[in-house]
């Protein structure tokens, strides 16, 4: 079992910038692979960016590649999405996810196997 608790959404301005946070429990965090998906109203959830179990892979959507940052701090069992220059079509509730069969970075949604209970992102125009 894993547990996710998702932090560090609001609302922000566009072209400015977010640090979301993600506190994980239960099995070795170190040993398994997370991501961040984001969900819009009236949308699916689409991947966001994933990480590998040692923050030496990343993998981003086209969407937010060289706006967003994902990594992880293996020791606080922490992994952050940080989001500059945004934009309203970023607006979302965000989710991390782990999927504890990978040490890669998993980009389907279906490959997760915990969710966090989401943060709110709102980017004003």
């Known amino acids: 079992q894993v547990q996710l608790v998702e932090s560090g959404g609001g609302l922000v301005q566009a072209g400015g910038s977010l640090r979301l946070s993600c506190a994980a429990s239960?099995?070795?965090?170190?040993?398994?692979?997370m991501g961040w998906f984001r969900q819009a109203p009236g949308k699916e959830r689409e991947f966001v960016a994933a990480i590998s179990w040692n923050g030496g892979n990343t993998y981003y959507a086209d969407s937010v590649k060289d706006r967003f940052t994902i990594s992880r701090d293996n020791a606080k069992n922490m992994v952050y999405l940080q989001m500059n220059s945004l934009k309203p079509e970023d607006t979302a509730v965000y989710y991390c996810?782990?999927?504890?069969?990978?040490?890669?970075?998993?980009?389907?949604?279906?490959?997760?196997?915990?969710w966090g209970q989401g943060t709110q992102v709102t980017v004003s125009s």
């Open positions: 996810a782990a999927d504890v069969r990978s040490r890669g970075v998993p980009h389907i949604l279906s490959e997760y196997d915990y």
């Open positions: 239960g099995r070795t965090f170190s040993s398994y692979a």
